[in-house]
């Protein structure tokens, strides 16, 4: 595609082509459900002098247009037209929940099943992935355990998979860690396995 | 990570089995070929017969040799903390146990459940132990408290090893 063919651009042609500027245009694009949006006043003063709706594109990103309007730097890839006071970023920046490398059913299913057996044997031996990504969920449990009334029993054996263990747990909690504030568990790094080198740990039930 | 930390202490066999000590004799506890570092897993298949166990020090000192489980019978539970396995007493320094008196015969570990610690722990001695009588049952053996009986003071040397029951059928 020769572009010599084309007549040369110049800066003024070209915002002379788009809408008006990026700022008046975020509030002027239209969205599903308008009556959620917030300043719905600024929107009926701009609409009488902007010209009528493109077609929605309401999530489409907003750089390639602020780069040509503006001259400002952005910073980082902030979709800012989400108007719902949340963030999304296209990096992990900030996220604390350990995925484990398994879509988040397997990733809860997983998670039950050791602290199921972590409170059945006392002390088992997994990767160090696995024994750091557990220790909420054994936390919590105990926790549970030593509110000891009936709607937190029931809430321990929709998380438990075996119900003697929740039974056990919830009769001998108070002596063993009726003193203990939080960290009932221990982890102890221990030699790579030897299939795959993965580091491995045991966790353990103080 | 700033510092070390003792793996007996990570293992919490520092509290669970023995106060805090300074190790001050060289102690090698060999299964067959296979040499124990604290906090490395033995089969109970390889555990059957007694460790070979080289120890430092002069001829003329004398040392006991306790080996205990503190997990029994399950590391969740355990209530028959600590399970005794082994007690040789009047061992000559530089020797092995075969040449001190057997008090209580060595019990090949059996972890019903969970994975076990199995501590061997070895004291020095101000003298010859005559009448060391053996506990009664291996169940609840308290390891302070027998050093306590018999004036053995804090521990000259401790390692420890982790140990899990075999599957029956075989590994595929």
């Known amino acids: 595609m020769a572009s010599s063919s084309l007549s040369p651009w110049s800066m003024a042609t070209l915002r002379a082509a788009l809408p008006p500027s990026p700022s008046l245009r975020l509030s002027a694009v239209g969205y599903p459900a308008p009556s959620h949006f917030p300043s719905s006043a600024r929107l009926s003063s ?9 077609s929605f594109s309401g999530l489409a990103p907003m750089i390639p247009l602020l780069s040509l309007g503006t001259g400002d730097a ?26 484990l490398n398994r879509p988040p059913d397997q990733r809860k299913a997983l998670l039950r099943g050791l602290t199921t057996q972590l409170l059945k044997y006392g002390r088992i031996k997994t990767t160090r992935a696995r024994a750091s990504a557990m220790r909420k969920y054994i936390d919590k449990m105990i926790t549970l355990a030593k509110d000891g009334s009936l709607h937190k029993r029931r809430q321990a ?50 | 990570m700033a510092g070390y930390v003792d793996p007996l202490v990570v293992g919490r066999v520092i509290g669970d089995v023995v106060d805090l000590f300074v190790p001050t004799i060289s102690m090698t506890v060999r299964f067959g070929s296979k040499h124990v570092n604290n906090g490395c897993e033995i089969k109970p298949s390889m555990a059957s ?18 080996m205990t489980d503190p997990d029994a019978p399950s590391p969740s539970e355990p209530l028959m903390r600590e ?11 530089g020797t092995d146990p075969s ?40 169940a609840n053996f308290k390891t302070r408290s027998f050093a306590a009986q018999n004036e053995l003071g804090l521990p000259v040397a401790t390692v420890y090893f982790n140990s899990q029951k075999e599957p029956a059928s075989r590994r595929r």
């Open chain 1, 46 to 54: 701009v609409r009488g002098r902007t010209m009528p709706l493109r």
């Open chain 1, 74 to 99: 952005n910073f980082g890839q902030v979709f800012s037209n989400i108007n719902n006071g949340s963030k999304y970023y296209a990096m992990r920046h900030g996220k604390r929940v350990p995925k």
């Open chain 1, 157 to 206: 054996l929709g998380f438990i998979y075996e119900k003697q263990i929740v039974h056990a747990l919830f009769a001998e909690v108070q002596d063993r860690y009726g003193d203990r504030n939080g960290g009932y568990t221990r982890i102890i790094r221990t030699l790579p396995r030897r299939g795959d080198n993965a580091p491995m740990a045991y966790i353990e039930l103080v």
């Open chain 2, 49 to 66: 017969d007694p460790p070979s166990v080289q120890i430092a020090g002069r001829l003329s000192d004398l040392y006991t040799l306790v």
């Open chain 2, 83 to 93: 399970c005794l396995q082994w007690i040789v007493i009047n061992m000559p320094g």
């Open chain 2, 99 to 138: 040449q001190g008196e057997e008090v209580v015969p060595y019990m090949p570990p059996r972890p019903p459940v969970g994975i076990h610690r199995y501590v061997l722990v070895l004291f020095q001695q101000k003298s010859r132990l005559q009448d060391v009588i053996p506990p009664l049952s291996r």
